[in-house]
């Protein structure tokens, strides 16, 4: 079964998996599925199985058998081989370091999810290295960050934050601001920031598993940034997404002593148009922005984004994708009214692109998103995004 909508999932017997996370009697679960994106998958685990599905008022929802719906989340063979291997190992030892690379649009956030939800089943506790500042899927892009989650992933990223404070929130443990959504644009500083993270996390005394989400940059340039970074990372599994086109193909020379496993992408050649029901998915630059707003203001309540998206997510038919269009400003509007800090300059250390002229600093910063860098004790790391109003 397909789920749209947004509420909450209680089994009342037996059990299901819904996106790789078991859920048993007596647990409920909240879910998120908008319509413009693919549709969480609900599998029964048993012969006979009861469950309650509440959807909140006023959100558009609907169940659909997997036949009828197209963009549901499907999980491939090979997928689930990786995370049963993955998972013994884990069991083994307790602990694990995976690495998820491969191309744009392969299915690397799809299985990251559905790993995290995996070992969520068995475990209380999963930890997410994101590496991705282009699409990222536990916080804003540009930051690469660190972070715990004991909640299944059962909702888009833009419901991600740590500052939201909400039960199904990531624990974020530091981040580091890179600043660009291309990793080319500064890929020592991307380098930097990797290590830096690293280095944190490797301060714990306890070893936990950890999940590094990688970039699709896999080429050129990418490629040697990709072996830099298991390098630094030095991960025990390396999962490495190889598509069905040649541009999804990609050689990974290391010399590690990672579990290398190699699995397929999940998209495949487009089938001529049939009759079942098929999500219109966000575009690329509707997601970017929606993912970017949202960071600043579901901090405000859980529901504004949601008053939101029910109103300004319109189809556009002649590119055949879903658009974010703020029409009536409403996201410009809500950012206005929100009360802004005044920070003196005394207490406050500027640190532009190497690019930019210091001489028109201030003409830079006005309206721009920074970052919020905290040093201490020599080291350098960021608190989060925010937005400079006025100088």
């Known amino acids: 079964m397909a789920i749209v909508g947004k509420g909450t999932i209680n089994v009342l017997r037996g059990s299901i998996e819904i996106n790789g996370y078991t859920l048993v009697e007596e647990k409920i679960i909240k879910i998120y599925s908008p319509s413009f994106d693919n549709a969480l998958t609900v599998r029964s685990k048993e012969k006979v199985t009861i469950m309650k599905v509440t959807f909140e008022k006023h959100e558009f929802y609907k169940l659909y058998s997997l036949g009828d719906m197209e963009n549901h989340t499907k999980i491939d063979t090979s997928w689930k081989m990786a995370a049963d291997n993955i998972l013994k190992d884990y069991l083994k030892k307790g602990h694990e370091r995976i690495l998820i690379c491969g191309t744009k649009h392969v299915g690397k956030s799809t299985f990251l999810r559905y790993v995290v939800n995996r070992i969520l089943s ?26 715990s989650m004991k909640y299944p992933l059962l909702s888009p990223p833009y419901t991600r934050f740590a500052c939201n404070k909400l ?26 920031c990797v290590s830096s993270l690293i280095d944190y996390w490797n301060s714990f005394e306890e070893e936990k598993t950890l999940i590094i989400h990688t970039n699709g940059y896999v080429k050129t340039i ?170």
């Open 222 to 391: 990418g490629n040697q940034m990709l072996l830099d970074l298991i390098d630094i990372v030095d991960p025990t599994h390396v999962i490495k997404f190889q598509g069905l086109q040649k541009e999804q193909i990609f050689s990974l020379d290391i010399t590690q002593k990672a579990h290398i496993v190699s699995v397929h992408s999940k998209l495949r050649k487009q089938k001529p148009e049939s009759n079942n029901r098929k999500t219109k998915l966000l575009s690329s630059n509707s997601s970017y922005l929606l993912t970017l707003s949202s960071y600043f203001l579901t901090s405000q309540t859980d529901d504004i984004m949601s008053l939101f998206l029910r109103n300004n997510v319109k189809f556009n038919a002649s590119k055949n994708e879903t658009i974010m269009k703020d029409e009536f400003y409403f996201i410009a509007r809500t950012l206005a009214s929100m009360k802004p800090y005044a920070v003196s300059f005394n207490a406050i250390s500027f640190q532009l692109d190497k690019k930019q002229n210091n001489d028109f600093m201030l003409d830079v910063l006005n309206g721009s998103f920074i970052g919020l860098l905290v040093h201490n004790n020599n080291h350098e790391y960021c608190v989060g995004l925010g937005i400079v109003r006025s100088i």
């Open 122 to 147: 068995v475990d209380n506790e999963v930890s997410i290295l994101d590496c991705d500042v282009e699409k990222p899927e536990m916080g804003p892009p540009g930051l690469l960050n660190l972070s």
């Open 167 to 192: 039960e199904a929130s990531p624990y974020l443990h530091r981040a580091a601001f890179y600043g660009y959504t291309r990793l080319k644009d500064d890929p020592c500083k991307y380098i930097s």
